[in-house]
């Protein structure tokens, strides 16, 4: 069975940093491209990133784009997202998010359980 | 972006009776060169990660019950769930894979009356 475990997630300060993970197992880690969704407390989905599989192609949502870096390592089935200057509008569940196809636009099938991050002073 | 409305924000429907949650995208998530519709959706449990239910807007993932059925094309979708279990209280969210940023509906919050 497909697994996918955030760490990472906290309270940190507005204008502070943090870095997320995600390790992956039970698949072929570098033929599948990976995301970052995140939600908001009581509200809906967002997605916030994607990187391909082995080529590293990154794409970010404009909320994010120049603060947020998302990164692999396909050695360790990890992936990553780098948070930096964040605001209080990034308090959410953030949810790694495994592609469902190998090429092209796709769902997303499998999501990790989440981690929370709280940007407040 | 392809902007994604749900209706309704909320919904109450008794056991063993249908419940019917619309989605309506702001342009074609309809590809002509393969006539597929590039819809999912998704059920959110209380403190759960969302799960995917349906993609190409029709199609059941493995293990989905077949009381849940997606239907519609082009712009207007349709989830309908025939025979309400205790087990679907959740919130059902739809999204489009046709273009980036893949978007999600706002979601659709499913009750017991």
């Known amino acids: 069975e497909v697994q996918l475990l955030e760490s990472g997630g906290g309270l940190v300060q507005p204008g502070g940093s943090l870095r997320l993970s995600c390790a992956a197992s039970?698949?072929?880690?570098?033929?599948?491209?990976m995301s970052w969704v995140r939600q908001a407390p009581g509200k809906g989905l967002e997605w916030v990133s994607s990187i391909s599989g082995s080529d590293d192609i990154t794409y970010y949502a404009d909320s994010v784009k120049g603060r947020f870096t998302i990164s692999r390592d396909n050695s360790k089935n990890t992936l990553y997202l780098q948070m930096n200057s964040l605001r209080a509008e990034d308090t959410a569940v953030y949810y790694c998010a495994k592609d469902l196809w190998l090429r092209g636009v796709t769902p997303f099938d499998y999501w990790g359980q989440g981690t929370l991050v709280t940007v407040s002073s | 972006d392809i902007v994604m409305t749900q209706s309704p924000d909320s919904l109450a429907v008794s056991l063993g009776e249908r419940a019917t949650i619309n989605c309506k995208s702001s342009?074609?998530?309809?590809?002509?060169?393969?006539?597929?519709?590039?819809l999912a959706w998704y059920q959110q449990k209380p403190g759960q990660p969302p799960k995917l239910l349906i993609y190409w807007a029709s199609t059941r993932e493995s293990g989905v019950p077949d009381r849940f059925r997606g239907s519609g094309s082009g712009t207007d979708f349709t989830l309908t769930i025939s025979s309400l279990q205790a087990e679907d209280v959740a919130v059902y969210y739809c999204q489009q894979y046709y273009s980036k940023p893949r978007t999600f509906g706002h979601g659709t919050k499913l009750e017991i009356k």
């Open positions: 342009q074609s998530v309809l590809y002509s060169s393969n006539n597929k519709n590039y």
């Open positions: 039970e698949f072929t880690f570098s033929s599948y491209a």
